[in-house]
């Protein structure tokens, strides 16, 4: 799937919103159906009646990534688990770290201690860090200097870290002017 196709969009979409639910009695179903896609991947005014959406549903569904099923006149369509991963991956992929107009002085220090038999979570988690920017500042010991903490959360759970082999703590570090190079504040 390309980076920024609808059928990304629409797994992101659905993972966040959870399901869409459309009367299936309705003489308009396909058109809800349609509108509903097209909102929970994130496009406003969608072309009507455009193939974009037909593909991307039905690639999604053969895939495997959706489930689709009919219950009192509804029909609903939600994510499987695979269809779960898929979007979380996405969700992973896309995550950035938002620089506020004005830093507020206090560091963020993400310690873990992911044990050495889970190393692929521990080679992954130590890699998102250097792709949102933080500083190394000892072997598990990473800061920032901006609020971090939903991408954190997403990672920990996309990654299935607990509370115990993931800390994040907010303050200050004295003699931080290399931080403040590096971070350019």
Aim: a positive charge; aromatic letters at 14%; proline letters at 4%.
């Amino acid at each position: 799937m390309k980076n920024d196709s609808i059928g990304k969009k629409f797994l992101k979409g659905l993972l966040i919103t959870g399901a869409i639910a459309v009367a299936a009695s309705s003489p308009y179903f396909a058109f809800h159906l349609s509108r509903n896609f097209w909102k929970s991947a994130g496009i406003k005014k969608p072309v009507p009646k455009d193939p974009r959406f037909q593909n991307a549903f039905y690639y999604l569904k053969r895939k495997g990534y959706l489930n689709v099923g009919k219950h009192n006149y509804q029909i609903y369509i939600s994510l499987t688990k695979e269809g779960k991963q898929k979007a979380g991956k996405y969700l992973i992929d896309d995550l950035e770290i938002k620089k506020p107009v004005n830093w507020d002085g206090k560091y963020r220090i993400v310690m873990f201690d992911i044990p050495n038999t889970t190393r692929l979570r521990r080679d992954v988690f130590r890699g998102k860090l250097k792709e949102l920017g933080f500083y190394r500042l000892q072997q598990s010991v990473w800061v920032h200097p901006y609020e971090c903490k939903r991408e954190i959360g997403l990672l920990q759970e996309f990654l299935g870290l607990t509370d115990r082999e993931l800390k994040v703590i907010t303050g200050e570090i004295n003699n931080d002017a290399y931080l403040h190079r590096f971070f350019q504040i």
